[in-house]
């Protein structure tokens, strides 16, 4: 009786069999080599994606190499931070209250300097020939110039400076033939705005933030505050991306990019400040900047950090500024624009109908020669929210330099040039006027320091502000506004 398949027939089976299993084997190799290729074309697609900068028909915007991609949110640097101002010849205070010169600041961070030096600025006009003035104070604008020139041939120097009608300063040119390496950066063509920023970085380690043009009345003949950072890596390389930005638009024929390269963003801002000591006081600090356009990924931009430090503050708001009106004062036509107006009347209602304490907002604006003529009426209309009664406590007085029959003969000079901000939570030092042109098209950057977590005896950026505000706000020079007459 046969049972089961004949000999050979099994062969054949056994044979099927093996080549079956070779086939399959084969196809599991196939895949997994499909699938290693498959991983590695993908692994050349993310390299090129990551490494991917922009078109190729624009210059490579990627920053200098002296400032590398942001690092985490916390910083080892001890920081030392120093409040500067300029006081005005003939401005004299009876009170102690009295800061470092801006003057020296600038010396200092000169003789700072070992390997960079990078400014970003409005224009320039350091000596007398440039006003066409013979004032002896302009000595220390002509000294600072003459330091610069001789930095320039010993290190890289480089300025962004606004493209101005002028395209040819002599301060520049000067700078230029020392060695400096300067670019014009064509704002008004961009945003239509202009390059209104005004800070240095020195090293990569050192910076300087205020309301100062490179202009010799800014150190004797006009009232500007500025801070300088001493021996801060973490600070000084995000605010080189901002410097890097600018030196990119400065190239010929450039255009704002539709999203900036991840090279230029930054993991520090209101929501995630960066975490540092400065002055042994540990602190939480970000730099903003203006416009909204030429603001990367993770930056606050200027009127961000203004609404929201004025939001965040609970006890007070202190303001001074040379310019303050709700509107667009250099579009055509005029436009009212109200952000920061708002922002203020609705924080002091705020506290008041909720049953909270009164926020005592005071505003100190310059009243000089060139004010806005529309400035008065807001200025008014908000000292108007004053009721005690109902916890509404808004304040405004005009601060006047006073000046001489000599000093009066100096053009754009005596005046109030400060741009800052101070609440019981956060210090703010800006070099914008508050317009709404300063905020929407011109370029422009702002330090903000909240050190209310310190633990120290040390004065807090805060308290030192605040110290230099009371000291204005009650000194001679400063009256409510419904004193003057317009």
């Known amino acids: 009786m046969k049972t089961g398949l004949p000999y050979e027939r099994v062969e054949d089976v056994q044979r099927r069999r093996e080549e079956y299993s070779r086939a399959q084997m084969y196809y599991r190799c196939g895949l997994a080599l499909a699938s290693v290729s498959a991983l590695l074309v993908l692994a050349v697609i993310l390299q090129s994606l990551m490494t991917t900068r922009g078109p190729s028909s624009s210059p490579d915007p990627v920053p200098s190499p002296r400032f590398p991609a942001a690092r985490g949110q916390t910083c080892s640097d001890t920081c030392r931070i120093v409040l500067v101002e300029s006081i005005p010849e003939g401005l004299v205070y009876n009170g102690s209250t009295a800061n470092p010169s801006i003057y020296q600041a600038w010396l200092n961070l000169i003789g700072e300097a070992r ?6 600025s409005f224009y320039w006009t350091l000596t007398n020939k440039d006003t066409g003035t013979k004032e002896p104070t302009a000595n220390q604008g002509e000294d600072v110039l003459k330091r610069l020139g001789e930095l320039s041939g010993k290190l890289p120097v480089r300025i962004a400076v606004d493209l101005q009608k002028d395209k040819h300063p002599a301060n520049l040119k000067f700078l230029t033939s020392a060695g ?17 920023t005004k800070f240095w970085i020195v090293d990569k380690k050192h910076i300087f933030i205020g309301s100062p043009n490179m202009d010799w009345r800014s150190l004797t003949q006009v009232k500007e505050l500025g801070v300088v950072v001493y021996n801060c890596s973490c600070l000084a390389e995000d605010l080189g991306k901002i410097f890097e930005a600018y030196w ?6 450039q255009e704002i990019p539709a999203t900036w390269p991840s090279n230029f963003s930054t993991a520090y801002n209101k929501d995630t400040p960066l975490q540092l000591p400065l002055n042994d006081t540990q602190s939480g600090v970000y730099l903003s900047s203006s416009p909204p356009s030429v603001c990367a990924a993770g930056r606050t931009s200027d009127l961000q950090a203004v609404l929201s430090v004025i939001q965040d503050a609970e006890e007070f708001v202190n303001i001074a500024v040379m310019s303050y009106v709700p509107m667009m004062e250099f579009s055509r036509p005029k436009q009212y624009w109200a952000e920061i107006d708002t922002q203020l009347r609705r924080a002091a209602f705020l506290k008041a109908a909720n049953a909270g304490p009164a926020l005592q907002v005071r505003l100190l604006i310059s009243d000089w020669a060139h004010s806005q003529p529309f400035m008065p009426p807001f200025l008014k209309s908000l000292a108007s929210i004053y009721d005690p009664k109902h916890k509404l406590d808004i304040q405004v007085r005009l601060f006047v330099v006073p000046a001489n029959p000599s000093q009066k003969l100096i053009p754009y000079a005596r005046v109030n040039h400060n741009k800052y901000m101070v609440t019981d939570k956060i210090a703010y030092i800006g070099t914008s006027n508050w317009s709404g042109d300063y905020f929407v098209n011109t370029a422009g950057v702002a330090l903000v320091v909240n050190q209310t977590a310190s633990q120290t005896e040390e004065p807090t950026v805060q308290s030192q502000l605040k110290a230099v505000f009371d000291r204005d706000w009650y000194s001679a020079y400063s009256t409510p506004i419904d004193h003057h007459s317009f």
């Open 180 to 196: 400096a390496i300067i670019r014009s950066v064509n704002m008004r063509g961009l945003t239509n705005g202009v390059l209104h």
């Open 115 to 120: 390997s960079s030096l990078d400014i970003a």
């Open 248 to 253: 990119f638009l400065g190239q010929s024929g």
